[in-house]
């Protein structure tokens, strides 16, 4: 996020909090055109709001703000600054707290809500996936009797949140009983990920540009609230095929000498690691790596579940390389396996020492660390140009192409 939209957001909370039930009311009189469209879930909101807009997009006008905050304050400045005549208002809403989506979903008002699945994301704040299930699925009950609800099939607590509301129901899914639902996958690098789709009597083979078969439920999620709107199927899926990830979220970057980075490292809670290291396993490319940072949202030992991944990162990439505090704990692993193709490192400055010597022509690398806990998109930038600076704790929520401190000219390697 930039500067001006930090400021943006700042000034939002005073001015547009307290007037977002009153705007989003007034929307329904003077916009009653428009649709607002609500996206949650433990993982894939932002993939599938960025899927789903230019589908909507090809229909008419939307406004789907870019700023990356989520929360309330978000909810309040999307819906008081709403442009005129606008079609479609396209939002993700997040939770990090019990009673933060409700907070967001009576200013949101959605018609449309897409839930894409339930997993151990804020677990310190939910502690199971009943109460992250119940707090997703507040906004399921928030829509309308004439509205909505497009649901995982798939995940049983997705599911069940349909007796939680009197709207229709669109399911998606990898189940044959899905009303969308998708089969015959296909994702080995360097190709993309492609599937067919079925919905009613209409079957189409949609081609993205998505990395890896486990995108399968934010494409069937982007199609199905297509659908809900009234898309035919056929449009939505041609729009697909031109689509790029979001970034930082297995989005890939070739740099001049040759290597391709698969960066996702926006989050890493511990079940989306498996995903990614599935796609390593299934690449096809001289030599695959695997580099991982700080894990989140995982329940008991750390130690344990940072060895857990390190024996599964091994049987899936040529090379694996921990960096950060916990990277200490995969060092017992390549001691056990005997082996030099695990290494660890305190700091992403010792990484990337080594990464200059280490990576060549063809690598394919998959980055995958915690945002501001980690900022291994340096290891990228590095290959690119000089880093000003590589402060092991520095916490910043923006990434450090937009922070001020890559723009000194000189600055401690390892303060």
């Not at 500067?3 to 957001?9: A, D, I, V, W």
């Not at 990898?174 to 919905?199: C, I, K, Q």
């Not at 017992?332 to 082996?339: G, I």
Request: proline letters at 6%; aromatic letters at 8%.
């Amino acid at each position: 996020m930039n500067r001006l939209t930090q400021f943006g957001l700042k000034l939002a909370r005073p001015i547009a909090y307290p007037f977002a039930r009153t705007a989003r009311n007034l929307t329904r009189r003077f916009y009653p055109d428009t649709a607002f469209i609500a996206i949650t879930g433990s993982g894939g909101k932002t993939s599938t709001k960025q899927l789903l807009a230019p589908i909507l997009r090809a229909q008419g006008t939307v406004w789907s703000p870019d700023y990356i905050m989520n929360g309330p304050e978000a909810i309040a400045k999307t819906v008081v600054f709403l442009r005129p005549k606008t079609r479609y208002c396209l939002q993700e809403l997040a939770t990090a707290r019990p009673g933060m989506l409700a907070e967001s979903a009576a200013m949101f008002q959605p018609e449309v809500s897409i839930v894409t699945k339930v997993e151990r994301d804020h677990y310190t704040a939910f502690r199971g996936l009943e109460n992250t299930a119940r707090e997703k699925g507040t906004l399921v009950e928030a829509l309308p009797a004439a509205g909505v609800a497009v649901l995982n099939r798939d995940d049983p607590h997705v599911w069940a949140m349909r007796e939680r509301t009197d709207a229709r129901v669109i399911s998606f899914g990898l189940e044959n009983r899905a009303d969308v639902r998708g089969h015959s996958l296909s994702s080995a690098w360097p190709e993309r990920f492609s599937m067919t789709v079925e919905y009613e009597e209409r079957t189409v083979r949609v081609q993205t540009r998505l990395l890896g078969e486990h995108w399968a439920m934010v494409v069937l999620a982007a199609l199905a609230g297509a659908v809900a709107l009234g898309v035919p199927l056929e449009e939505a899926a041609d729009v697909l095929r031109t689509v790029e990830p979001a970034p930082r979220r297995m989005s890939p970057v070739e740099t001049a000498d040759g290597i391709t980075f698969i960066r996702d490292d926006w989050k890493a809670p511990l079940w989306t690691v498996p995903a990614g290291l599935e796609f390593l396993r299934e690449a096809r490319a001289p030599r695959t790596v695997a580099v991982i940072g700080t894990i989140s949202d995982f329940p008991g030992d750390g130690g344990r579940r940072y060895r857990q991944v390190a024996r599964k990162a091994l049987a899936s990439a040529d090379h694996v390389f921990f960096v950060g505090r916990q990277s200490h704990s995969s060092r017992k692993v390549a001691l056990e396996a005997d082996t030099d193709r695990l290494k660890a490192f305190d700091t992403v400055y010792e990484l990337d020492q080594h990464l200059q010597t280490f990576l060549r022509s063809g690598d394919l690398v998959l980055i995958k660390g915690s945002g501001p806990a980690d900022h291994l998109e340096r290891l990228v930038l590095s290959r690119t140009g000089e880093i000003a600076c590589w402060h092991p704790r520095c916490q910043r929520i923006p990434p450090c192409n937009e922070c001020r401190l890559q723009m000194k000219p000189h600055a401690s390697t390892s303060s």
